[in-house]
């Protein structure tokens, strides 16, 4: 667990808001997003949802029996991440290498979604024959 940190890959956010309520819960036991250290700032006019962490994970990656943060672990799009600096940012360089290969990955990253690495163009024949 060294040296990681929580990051933030905004363009991944869904807005969702599963990891507000997660932390809330965690904090208080009830859901209220002004309470969670993550709080998702909607920009309606762009379309996008900006996740805002005023905490680094570290504290709660230690109480987590896998060693990573709840709002990681409940984030569905990966959005969320508790790595280190270089692997955070290898990860972000997978994503941009992974997206000209799938669309799927402008909404959820490589790292969370098991599926195997080849354009839709393939999955999409075997399946087919
Ligand atoms: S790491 Fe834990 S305390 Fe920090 S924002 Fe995520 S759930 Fe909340
Ligand atoms: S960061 Fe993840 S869990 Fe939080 S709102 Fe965005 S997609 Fe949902």
């Known amino acids: 667990m060294k040296d990681k940190r929580l990051y933030v890959v905004e363009d991944l956010c869904s807005g969702c808001r599963m990891c507000e309520m997660v932390c809330s819960f965690l904090r208080i036991r009830a859901y209220n997003s002004r309470k969670s250290k993550v709080r998702i700032v909607k920009v309606e006019w762009e379309g996008v949802n900006i996740p805002i962490a005023d905490c680094d994970g570290i504290d709660c990656a230690k109480l987590s029996p896998l060693g990573v943060p709840r709002c990681v672990e409940a984030c569905p799009t990966g959005a969320l991440m508790f790595a280190e600096a270089g692997e955070a940012a290898e990860r972000r ?31 999409a024949h075997e399946e087919v024959g």
Do not use: D, N
């Open 93 to 123: 360089r997978l994503l941009a290498t992974q997206r000209i290969m799938q669309p799927i990955f402008k909404v959820i990253a490589p790292w969370k979604w098991p599926f195997p690495w080849r354009p839709w163009r393939e999955v």
